[in-house]
């Protein structure tokens, strides 16, 4: 890997990982359209390490009040009946079903569902279902409930197809269960940290396997992370500001244009799937 390509891979992860456009598949598009080959699900895993520490910083207090809540809980019943003791657990029920089938599908993951066919197909589908989800979601409630957190974790499952969005898969989730634009991005960043974070960890070893054709280097993949968190933490608070004046609607186009443009450069052999 050019140190050309970890930097620029680094800024796409920090500006698309909390938009609801699928930072994968963004990772997944400019390594093959820019630079020839994929870079990996396991570089892509790390480098997202950057932009969730990005949410542990600016959620800071936020994450701070949770598991506060959640120790005291443990042993206090009168901490059990808070909103962030319930929060904390809905984030860890939330964080199960994508451990779980990463574990499960972790080839198929690393592999197969990394065929930019597959990308183009689910921007494509998750783009409508999105806008549909914003359309005709009530959005009446900023208070979250169970259903929501089983919901959204099975949601956030989806994400290990590149080109579904973590952020796009739980947001929609949410926007269909009754949820206001700002509480399902609030929990759908919170939802994030536990998953990432163990599928980054897990993930270095393999990032660092010399063997690989493209492996990045330590300061390759250190830059990479860096980079990722100064611009994620720059578009955390840009998004917070626009759900809350503003649809889906142009992420919603954004991803239908991408994935039909991406269909046309794979139909005409211009790229490869693989």
């Not at 921007?123 to 009530?138: M, T, Y």
């Not at 409930?145 to 973590?166: C, H, N, T, W, Y």
């Not at 609607?249 to 443009?261: A, D, H, I, M």
Request: charged share 15%; glycine share 10%.
């Amino acid at each position: 890997m050019s140190w050309l390509q970890a930097i620029v891979l680094g800024l796409v992860q920090g500006l698309t990982e909390f938009l609801p456009i699928s930072s994968s598949a963004h990772v997944r598009i400019v390594s093959t359209l820019f630079f020839g080959n994929d870079a990996g699900a396991s570089f892509t895993a790390v480098i997202q390490l950057g932009t969730e520490l990005a949410v542990l910083i600016y959620f800071a207090k936020d994450i701070g009040g949770l598991l506060s809540a959640w120790f005291r809980g443990l042993f206090s019943k009168a901490a059990r009946k808070t909103e962030n003791y319930r929060m904390a657990w809905y984030v860890i029920l939330g964080s199960i079903p994508i451990s779980i089938l990463g574990l499960v599908f972790k080839d198929e993951i690393r592999s197969s569902l990394r065929n930019l066919w597959i990308t183009a197909i689910v921007l494509v589908v998750f783009g409508i279902l999105l806008g549909v989800a914003d359309h005709v979601g009530k959005q009446v409630r900023s208070k979250l409930e169970l259903k929501d957190a089983v919901g959204m974790g099975f949601a956030q499952a989806m994400a290990l197809i590149p080109g579904v969005s973590r952020s796009g898969g739980t947001l929609t989730a949410g926007l269909f269960l009754g949820l206001d634009r700002a509480a399902a991005a609030r929990y759908s960043f919170l939802l994030a940290l536990p998953a990432v974070f163990g599928a980054g960890l897990f993930s270095i070893p393999d990032v660092l396997d010399r063997s690989e054709a493209n492996a990045a280097s330590v300061p390759q993949m250190i830059v990479a992370t860096l980079v990722s968190f100064v611009v994620g933490y720059a578009t955390i608070a840009w998004l917070l500001r626009y759900v809350s004046k503003h649809s889906y609607s142009v992420f919603v186009w954004y991803r239908l244009l991408l994935g039909l443009v991406l269909m046309g450069l794979l139909s005409m052999n211009l790229i490869s799937a693989t």
